[in-house]
């Protein structure tokens, strides 16, 4: 399930290319408007890029570029769940049928559809949650049932986006907690602005700047030797070599 | 006691629950807003005054009263199918896709908000008339539009399309493409984001929409009258009754416009609600 991306968008100064490894989670850091969320939504296919070429497990994505016959998968089809910073559950449906939505969505019945929703949701420990409304969820409760809804669907490539920034002080650590569980041995791509959820869900950190990547390593390594600014910033004060 | 000069409710002051303070509206707004109501509910109060109350049963359940009003029930329903039919996927092309010269159609098809009814009925009569542009091709068919009870759901559907359309259009651009974004990234092809997503979201204004469509259906005269003619049972619907009756049995008139301002009200009342309000 490697993905590999590359992509060129002239308006917004976007040209990035860079792979993620099977069973890796990589973590796009970078300030806003440095391009994160735009490489989110372009391997989601909720954007177009001018040019460039994306491909998951062997599957083209796209393949966008003068001299060559434009490829396109549309967002259903790619098998690349999106988490973004809002949980976003459909206000019409139940916890349960919001879980249920993605396996449903890929032709399962209704009957195990649910069954595979009421696993996902006691894996992200919200079980009890099943057939409540979503609008009377707390912002942590609904950020977990999204979690197990994006999980649900069963995807190749898991896109988080800033899937913390948006909760309470106080339900991050177990959001982040219940993350670390969930995305060993999966493929995902979490765009943060938390070295701790760098150092905690990702094994490679990709930093991007005005839609450039300007740094590229194992997390440790590149927090241990900041080589940027952004980095060094963003790392004042952790002392990693204890734990290196 | 915060701001209760803007509260504009000065006997309520005191007793008022605890909790949020409304910021009301200044009161020379709510005076001007007073005359408004007035200048609508007046003439309704107005009319009621001058019904013939001793007679009014009979008035209203005389056999054309009765036939008039079942025939503008049933062809106002059936017109406000036909506009969730066709304005659903209007709104949806108007609001959620980009294609050339989409403000010129957008303009065209609001056309009939501003353009008089009986416009409306000479374009349909010219369209779908004998001599009209489809017309022809109907009548080698053996089927004959103009002066039926097709032609009246179709001039009803001609003048309160706008309404659903616009209706179900800003409730879709006010809640955003994002439920349906993350729909598709789940693995849900666009004709399922559509019915487990997007309709299910713009219902209040599907339902609004449809009220409001109902209601316009339901008085539409000038396009009718032009289009389909007044023909007892056929075509001649509960306004054109009511124009009919003012010539001969003004009582009657005024009696049956009641009937038709009290569907009006029942419909709008148990069914519209604006966005905001639940």
Known sequence: MTFELSAVIARRGL???????QGETVALLGSNGAGKSTVVEISAGLLRPD????ALAGRVLYDLGEGRPAAWLPPHARGTALLAQEPLLFPHLSVRDNVAFGPRSAGASRARSREIADDWLASAEVADLADRRPTSLSGGQAQRVAVARALAADPRLLLLDEPMTALDVAAVPAQRRLLHRVLAGRTVILVTHDPL???ALASRVIVLERGRIVEEGPTRTVFAHPQTAFTRALTFGLDLSAGA | MALPELTGRSTARGSAPAGPVTLGVPRWILAIAAVGALFIVLPIVGMTGRVDWAHFGSLVTSPSAVTALLLSLRTAAASTVLCLLLGVPMALALARSRFPGQRLVRAVVLLPLVLPPVVGGIALLSTFGRRGLLGQTFELLGVQIAFSTTAVILAQTFVALPFLVLSVEATLRASGARYEAVAATLGATPSVVFWRVTLPLVLPGLVSGAVLA??????????TLTFAGSLEGVTRTLPLEIY????????AAVALALVLVAVAVVVMVTAHRPRGLS
């Open chain 1, 15 to 21: 040209d990035v290319s860079f792979t993620v490894a």
């Open chain 1, 51 to 54: 040019a460039g070429r994306a």
């Open chain 1, 197 to 199: 959820d760098a150092l």
């Open chain 2, 214 to 223: 109902f209601a316009r259906a339901l008085g539409e005269f000038g396009a």
């Open chain 2, 244 to 251: 009919l009756q003012r010539e001969t049995d003004p009582d």
